[in-house]
């Protein structure tokens, strides 16, 4: 099952600048230079798949590494961390607090643990055990949540609020803004480092995982900053049981989700677009593609077992998300109206993101199964 939009909005003029200023993007780049301990993921090609599917070139950003982590959050964080302690809104000895579907929250728990603070996770209820024990590893006390992801979010800032902890979220909500947007531009970090290694020629396309929209958000401002109208064509990637940003941009409107939402991309599985991004990005999405958790499923394994030339990739559900939309994209029928608007062809260069490794072991165990797949 695939679902879509073409955003007859995007290109309009509208919010197009995105959501920071050359003095954010200055800030960040001046952190990650002092840090050269915090060394960049890999940009990594993969011509037999490219040409295997009709592409110039397919670029990978794979974060299943990242700083000694599964998931790209923790660089959010570790910038996020260091502007609040700079600003005195954070200090030694002090509580953070948290809601997470596990990488988020991991990341929160690693930083908070290495700048001598306690921080305490709400997962949400149905967390797999794996990240729920990942993150008490990492020294975090870990609250089961009795709902979904909102709900989690919801008790940590009632929890932040009564004892006094200081929230540190990756989505936003009207008056807590700040914190969001400062993990946002931390993400931008990524597309710094990508932008090293991909060379003279940028990417025409750019698929890339929504969620709350914090990582998307992060990706389609730095192209807009960065290359205003001629940027890529930008695909926001979402599960089929989640799609939030994509049925926010068909409204005009952030549209709250109705539950329960039933997918293993569990960093994608998000009612809401955060109030921190919306709707500063609505109009630089040029499309929205939403795939099942068995499109994803299949393209971990695909990742998993490369093709002649390619490298060995590990990607969780929510990671393989944005190139299980890209293989979509080029060969469902229902999507040649997107791939006629992309301009998309034999020449074009892609840029994807696998946002996680293996977070859920027993998930990869299933996804490298022979088909059909059960996940």
Request: proline letters at 6%.
């Amino acid at each position: 099952m695939i679902r879509s939009l073409l955003n007859s909005k995007s290109r309009t003029g509208q919010h197009d600048s995105g959501l920071f200023q050359r003095t954010d993007y200055d800030t960040v780049r001046a952190f990650f230079q002092a840090h050269p301990e915090l060394k960049p993921s890999p940009l990594r090609r993969l011509p037999g798949l490219a040409a295997d599917v009709g592409l110039g070139d397919i670029l990978l950003k794979d974060e299943s590494e990242r700083f000694g982590l599964s998931a790209f959050k923790v660089v959010g964080v570790t910038y996020a961390f260091n502007q609040l302690f700079s600003d005195g809104r954070l200090s030694q000895n002090q509580a953070v607090i948290c809601a997470s579907s596990g990488n988020h929250g991991r990341a929160v728990a690693r930083v908070a643990h290495e700048r001598g603070l306690t921080a305490k996770v709400y997962v949400p209820r149905g967390t797999v055990i794996e990240k729920v024990e990942a993150i008490a590893n990492e020294g975090a006390e870990v609250v089961v949540s009795d709902g979904g992801y909102e709900k989690a979010v919801q008790q940590a800032a009632n929890d932040a609020e009564e004892y006094g902890s200081i929230m540190i979220s990756d989505t936003g909500w009207p008056g807590y803004e700040d914190i969001p947007r400062l993990i946002m531009a931390g993400y931008t970090r990524l597309l710094d480092e990508a932008s090293a290694d991909w060379g003279d020629l940028p990417p025409d396309v750019v698929l890339v995982q929504a969620g709350v929209g914090g990582l998307a958000s992060a990706v389609a401002s730095w192209f807009s900053f960065h290359f205003g109208p001629n940027r890529p064509f930008i695909v926001s990637c979402e599960p089929t049981a989640a799609p939030c940003l994509m049925e926010s941009i068909r409204a005009d409107r952030r549209v709250l989700l109705d539950g329960p939402l039933d997918t293993v991309m569990a960093g994608l599985c998000c009612a809401k677009i955060s109030d921190a991004v919306w709707p500063n990005i609505s109009h630089i999405f040029d499309a929205c593609i939403a795939v099942s958790d068995d499109q994803s499923a299949t393209t971990t394994r695909r990742l998993a077992d490369p093709l002649p030339g390619d490298p060995l990739v590990i990607a969780g559900a929510s990671g393989a998300c944005s190139l299980a939309c890209l293989l979509a994209m080029l060969s469902a029928d229902e999507l040649q109206y997107i791939r006629d608007a992309s301009g998309i062809n034999s020449h074009s260069r892609v840029l994807v993101f696998n946002t996680e490794g293996a977070t859920d072991p027993k998930y990869h165990a299933r996804a490298m199964e022979p088909s059909p797949i059960q996940v």
